[in-house]
């Protein structure tokens, strides 16, 4: 802790840091307030206890900071105000049950500075327009006196002038360098593929990575994760991981030749949304194959750190013809960038500046 670094009290309440079964938000709060522990905060994470979470927690007690659960918003109402009227600063994360009615208590409670972080900005955003009020209302927007996104770029504005926000700002994921980085592993795939099941990923999967594994019977392929439906027809090359926790990511990433990225198609009209798998392979100097959205240039540079693909023909010119120099290449340029930007250490500082600005 240096002198001229006030220490803050932080309350954060997002959907999981327990537990990573099928969402992607408990690896961001992980790392985030690891790194807010490191710099010298007080955080306390608020999550609700969840059945499906319940059977499925790999980090039940996660060894950094407080977390606690609670059952309902009676309980969090209940147990928490003092915390939440007394922090520094509250964050209440997208997804959060009833995330509606605990912003509301939240931005009526709070003394502090309080923040909602946006992980599904685009998602969000649709949600409004159709009038799905599910964890938050446009009438909350202006209440919060920060709104953490996921999504940079022109988004920006347009949650400060349609909704208005007071500050929007981005606060992209980001990657645990401790936890990614490369290592010796017996190779297995030439491709592969991490990644919640979601209708509208699903054609551009079926597009880069199944048709080219059709079309060359000698590759190997894997693709983990949960919730695809039994009527999917995989290709015989094709290996189906179920659920890979985060303690297995390293080792899948450094066992593929290359991984496959791909893109939401809200997050790809809005532009400015890396995903965290992104930056994981990147950390482990995987080379990526992805797909490509507005500002993919202020994260990776198409070329030189990341490969672009629309189909199975470049997907299968990058796995067959691409010199293993060049593929290493690719992989080093990338790790090199994430590290100098995109670290959950870079991130925790972008996040305790804009509270100091903000409280200033």
């Not at 030439?190 to 990923?201: E, P």
């Not at 496959?260 to 949304?273: C, D, E, K």
């Not at 950390?283 to 994260?299: K, L, R």
């Amino acid at each position: 802790m240096t002198a001229d670094r006030a220490c803050l009290d932080i309350v954060i309440a997002g959907l999981s840091i327990t537990s990573s079964w099928g969402n992607g938000h408990a690896t961001t709060y992980r790392s985030l307030v690891r790194e807010l522990i490191r710099l010298g905060h007080r955080v306390l994470f608020l999550e609700r206890d969840a059945p499906w979470y319940a059977a499925n927690r790999d980090l039940p007690k996660p060894p950094y900071g407080r977390t606690a659960l609670y059952r309902d918003l009676a309980e969090l109402k209940d147990r928490f105000a003092a915390e939440v009227r007394d922090a520094d600063c509250v964050v209440v994360g997208s997804y959060v049950p009833e995330g509606v009615e605990v912003g509301r208590w939240v931005t009526r409670t709070a003394g502090g500075l309080t923040a909602f972080y946006d992980i599904d900005t685009p998602i969000t955003l649709a949600k409004l327009e159709d009038r799905d009020y599910e964890y938050l209302h446009p009438d909350l927007i202006a209440r919060y006196g920060l709104y953490l996104s996921f999504t940079g770029g022109p988004t920006l504005e347009l949650i400060e002038k349609r909704y208005g926000s007071p500050a929007a700002r981005p606060l992209y994921c980001s990657v645990d360098p401790e936890l990614y980085y490369p290592q010796a592993a017996e190779p297995a795939w030439h491709m592969g593929y991490m990644g919640t099941y979601s209708a509208d990923r699903q054609p551009p999967l079926e597009r880069m990575m199944l048709q080219a594994a059709r079309r060359w019977p000698q590759g190997q392929f894997v693709v983990a994760g949960p919730q695809y439906p039994k009527t999917i027809n995989w290709p015989a090359n094709v290996e189906r991981i179920e659920h890979l926790p985060p303690a297995g990511h390293r080792e899948f990433y450094n066992r593929q030749s290359f991984t496959l990225n791909v893109t939401r198609q809200r997050m790809v009209r809005a532009g400015y949304s890396p995903s965290v798998r992104l930056f994981e392979a990147a950390a482990c100097g995987t080379p990526i194959i992805s797909d490509s959205w507005p500002g993919f240039e202020t994260i990776l540079e198409p070329g030189r750190e990341v490969l672009i693909s629309r189909n199975a023909d470049e997907t299968l010119a990058y796995l067959r013809d691409m010199p293993e120099s060049d593929r290493r290449l690719i992989g080093q340029n990338a790790r090199r960038r994430i590290l100098q930007s995109h670290t959950a250490a870079r991130r925790a500082a972008q996040f305790e500046r804009y509270i100091m600005e903000l409280t200033a």
